[in-house]
């Protein structure tokens, strides 16, 4: 008892993490998977200790949100409920992208190795996803920033200027004229509200699942590395099923059934019902456009399956270096634009009040 009362007063003071009040990132997935796979194992070894007793005990050590959602996957799995389909019922525990190779694998009866190989990968993708984040703290902070000094130069230095060129009889320049009008205090209410009004956004959408709604619905439609990616993860799966011998007709059918993005559930039942109408493997998926004509081609000069799933995982492999790639530079590119986009403002209030000051003192010399 004692134990237990240290375990919690550990587990309340522990430091809150306050991004994962918006989403569950890629380090928290893995460490669910991992304590997943962990209770599998000890469900046939330990008596009396079920997975849902094992994540009871196990959300004592989480925080916040992710204790949440533990526990409501515990209760899931206590109704009955499969792993894949308790999974489903939570909000970010695992990635889309998990949740559908844990569906995959329950249907082949490879689950536990499935999710101790998820739990082990680490996906550059991921990593460039996560720095792409981290530009939008820097962009807020700038805003900010911005908002706060200009509030200050237009408040205490802007009025002592107009006050100063009227006892002088001086008619203020016109860039200090453009730089600092009505437009302007326009501008420094509504860029505060307008992004706390996002943040507050963001959050009720992330809380109540519809940004999860929007990314599955239309976010492949949005985002073309979404799609390639998308494509290329469904690919692995698929390459991981051929390679192990399973029929390629029946994982077909459940990632077209289960698969999260609509663009690519779509692009998957017209494949699988070319398939069935006797169209090649290979040539319906190119008629789908999931594979090029070029990749279709190369998967039909193989004769086993196991061939054509080594070669598919290659072909999945450099699509998503391609779409780390792009995102690599990407992330290089958005905080230099970020600077450049404040550094006009910015430039055009210096030139202003350089203005004023240099007419001033031509004026009283």
Known sequence: MQFEQIQSLRSSWRMFRFWQVLTANRASHRSFLKALSIAMKLSKTSQGLTPSNFFRLYAREE????????????????????????????????????????RLASQSGTLPQTIQTLADQQSSIDETVESNKGSWPYFLALTLAFCVVISFIRALIVPTFRVMYDEFGLSLPQPFLIAFNPWTDMLL???????????????IATKYGLMRSFRRKLGSF??????????AQTLKLMSEAMQMGRPIAGSLSTLARYHHDARIRTQLLVA?????????FAESLSQAGLLTGEQALALTQLETNSEQGWLMDQMADQMLSGVAYRRRVAAVVIQPLIVLLFGAPTIAICLGISLVLIQMISSLS
């Open 272 to 280: 699988r019902n070319d398939m069935e109408l006797g169209t090649d």
């Open 189 to 203: 209410m509504a860029i505060p509200m307008l992004v706390i009004g996002g943040l507050l956004t963001l959050w």
């Open 63 to 102: 925080t916040w949100v992710m204790r949440k959602r533990i526990h409501a996957f515990a209760a899931g799995l206590e109704s009955g409920d499969s792993i894949a389909n308790a999974l489903e019922q939570v909000l970010d525990l695992v990635s889309d992208e998990d949740l559908l190779a844990i």
């Open 222 to 231: 949005l985002s073309r590395q979404q799609h390639r990616s998308g494509i």
